[in-house]
């Protein structure tokens, strides 16, 4: 044996006998970890063994991965009154978490929706299969200039088809942040979260942040004046630098919580995913305490992004998920899913379904002016995801 | 069966299972033995085989422990890095402590909310005795998670608590996303395995020594002091190691409930497994923990032996 202390390794040559196992163990004995988040037991913590999914081809069933919050409450149904497949439905927050999934391997879902930027790498990765576009008849309502940008991820939009966008930006109290800041104060700036001297105002009404590194920092970057996509390492330190400045202000880092929060004034300042603030808006105007919402796409810019639908390699049930697809590029589903969820749809022939409301929101279907000072984020390599993580692992805790 | 093998089979048994262990009772045995070695052993030779990979993007997301090079020779590649980096990183070793220091604060005090209350089920009438234990076991008759969440509708910033201090025109309090809540929610949660093994003690407790103390002119409290708790130190020992060790490693508390200075290893190794899709590292930091919390009780167990031992002779 030959320890190698430099870089922490240990060398063991062992000549034959030569049974040379590849995978020495089954990878999925790992996934042990208490999966709270998940509504039906659909990747059960010992999925590894997979004793539990002999399925058969005829079984009737479509596991769908999708966010949460993010899809209209009768489309699963209406589904499967018109196919007879049975959905089994779970829901994530968070594309890291996707990706976790993914590569355990054996997730036994059959439709996923990462966004691009992590579509891209996980395409790489060979973790899904190409979609069979002939059984996709409804990509011909796909809008064309949204297909472009998702090429961008997935040339020729081999793997995966879009199914909303939307950007990521801040939510907010009305009367909250005006009490604190002043009646004339700007709510459209990055300032309310990034500048410690406005955020350290707002940090007893409760300010939150997605848990999501990659977006974190490419925000953090945009504000600095940097470029969002940067790979370097002066960049990095940089954003982090920023982040941890405004760490002592933050009460949180989550990505699905600060919607019900929001809604019942809990927190006052969230960094969210457009469309969750709208159903925290929703939920607050519903409930009637006089509680006001607003989402803001920050003057700085913000990050636009697609979530995209793609079958796993090892998908189960490859043919019921391309018939669920092609029922949710449908124009009427499409656009009923857009009218719950106030996402913009990928789905061109939808939007004369669209509720006007939805269409002329400039913070759902922004003006070409705010357009511009939206940005994409490309796939990070993962020597530069590791770097990534580790930093907002330091940001996150407070070390 | 010849003599030779007779003691060594005998030495076999008798090391595992104690003296007396016949080879009818090897049957008995296998079927834990079994059970353990499927779901307990082999899964720990899969953590301790990961942890001495790295990570790699891909399926599975680590680099391989064997690889078969030019002419059939096999190679056994094993990292120490994620060892290293947990001895080196102060992330790592600030998570330990401070999963350490909350457990033991959380323990302590559900010690002292657990005694009494055993203490005074232990000395309840019959049917009402049981009616009491009844009402400790009772949470767990609805799911953990969900008592869990409820308890932040009680410290939410317009919760119930804070909705109370509201009428006596106090300020409401930040309980949510704080360490308190964590402890509150620790303390809540594993009571019941603190108060059940006080309880069994307890109420073992041979009364008759009480009265005889007392006789003897012994105040109440010197009787407490020299008699039962000395007497339920085994259910002090035992219900600590109930709350402590889960404590240690919990995860679903202080993601719910704590904010994100509250530091513990159970959280770490949730992101380094799901954030970060880093399984190397995620099982370095679960068997250290493994070893952070085994030796103390190894260490313990031997003690409270020698002590039990010590009484007996």
């Known amino acids: ?399 | 069966m010849s003599q030779s093998e007779t003691p060594l089979r005998t030495r076999w048994y008798t090391k595992l299972f104690g003296p007396g262990a016949a080879s009818g009772r090897a049957l008995v045995i296998f079927a834990p033995v079994a059970w353990l070695t499927v779901f307990f052993v082999v899964p720990l030779a899969v953590v301790f085989g990961i942890s001495l990979a790295i990570k790699e993007f891909g399926r599975p997301p680590y680099s391989d422990l064997l690889t078969v090079g030019e002419g059939g020779t096999v190679q056994l590649t094993l990292h120490l890095s994620n060892y290293l980096r947990i001895i080196t990183d102060p992330l790592y070793v600030t998570a330990y402590l401070s999963s350490i220091r909350i457990a033991a604060i959380s323990t302590i005090v559900a010690l002292l909310i657990g005694y009494p209350m055993a203490y005074f089920i232990a000395r309840a009438r019959d049917p009402w005795r049981n009616v009491l234990l009844m009402l400790v076991i009772l949470p767990f008759w609805t799911s953990f998670l969900l008592r869990v969440y409820a308890l932040s509708g009680f410290m939410r910033g317009n919760g119930v608590i804070n909705g109370l201090l509201g009428i006596f025109g106090i300020e409401p309090i930040q309980m949510m996303q704080t360490d308190f809540a964590v402890y509150v929610g620790i303390v809540y949660t594993y009571l019941p395995f603190m108060v059940l093994p006080l309880f069994t003690t307890l109420v073992k407790l041979d009364v008759s020594l009480l009265e005889a103390s007392a006789d003897l002119g012994a105040k109440p409290w010197q009787t407490f002091w020299s008699i039962t708790l000395p007497l339920s130190l085994p259910g002090i020992a035992a219900g600590s190691m109930l709350v402590f060790i889960p404590a240690i490693g919990e995860f679903v508390i202080p993601s719910l409930l704590g904010g994100p200075s509250t530091l513990m290893i159970g959280r770490v190794l949730w992101d380094e497994f799901f954030s970060n899709t880093n399984w190397p590292r995620a099982s370095a930091v679960a068997v250290a923990m493994l070893l952070i919390v085994v030796v103390p009780i190894m260490l313990m167990q031997r003690a409270q032996d020698a002590v039990v031992e010590g009484r007996t002779r």
């Open chain 1, 1 to 399: 044996m030959r320890l190698d202390a430099a870089n922490g390794r240990a060398h063991w040559n062992v000549t034959p006998p030569g049974a040379a196992s590849r995978a020495p163990f089954a990878p999925s004995l790992l996934t042990f970890a208490k999966d709270f988040e998940m509504k039906t037991p659909l990747a059960l913590a010992l999925a590894g063994l997979s004793l539990a999914t002999p399925v058969l081809a005829q079984d009737q069933v479509v596991n769908v991965y999708n966010w949460s919050d993010y899809i209209a409450e009768d489309t699963l149904d209406r589904f499967t009154e018109e196919t007879g497949i049975t959905v089994n439905y779970d829901v994530f927050d968070s594309n890291e978490l996707v990706e976790a999934k993914l590569l355990a391997g054996n997730s036994g879902y059959d439709v996923v929706v990462p966004s691009g930027f992590f579509l891209e790498r996980q395409i790489a990765a060979g973790l899904f299969q190409p979609l069979d576009k002939s059984a996709l008849p409804n990509l011909e309502n796909m809008d064309p200039e949204v297909m472009e940008s998702t090429a961008s991820h997935d040339p020729g939009n081999e793997y995966g088809v879009d199914y909303m966008w939307g950007t990521t930006g801040l939510g907010y109290n009305v009367a909250e942040l005006t009490e604190r800041l002043g009646e004339d104060a700007a709510l459209d700036t990055w300032d309310l979260l990034f500048d410690p001297a406005t955020v350290e105002k707002l940090a007893d009404c409760g300010v939150t942040m997605l848990d999501a590194p990659a977006e974190a920092y490419a925000a953090a970057l945009n504000y600095l004046g940097l470029d969002p996509n940067s790979e370097t390492e002066e960049d990095l330190a940089a954003a982090e630098e920023l982040l941890a400045s405004v760490r002592p202000y933050i009460r949180y880092y989550h990505s699905s919580q600060y919607i019900d929060d929001l809604a019942n004034g809990e927190i006052c300042l969230a960094m969210g995913y457009s469309g969750d603030v709208f159903i925290a808006e929703a939920a607050a105007e519903e409930a009637g305490q006089g509680i006001e919402i607003a989402y803001t796409i920050p003057e700085e810019g913000a990050l636009k992004w697609f979530d995209m639908f793609a079958i796993p390699a090892d998908a189960p049930h490859p043919e019921a998920a391309h018939e669920f697809i092609n029922f949710m590029l449908r124009a009427d589903i499409a656009a009923a899913n857009t009218n719950y969820v106030y996402y913009a749809s990928g789905n061109e022939a939808a939007l004369e379904l669209i509720d006007e409301e939805v269409k002329s929101d400039p913070a759902i279907y922004p003006t070409p002016e705010v357009s511009e000072n939206l940005f994409t984020l490309n796939a990070h390599t993962p020597q530069y995801d590791e770097m990534l993580t580790s930093s907002w692992t330091r940001v996150k805790l407070g070390q």
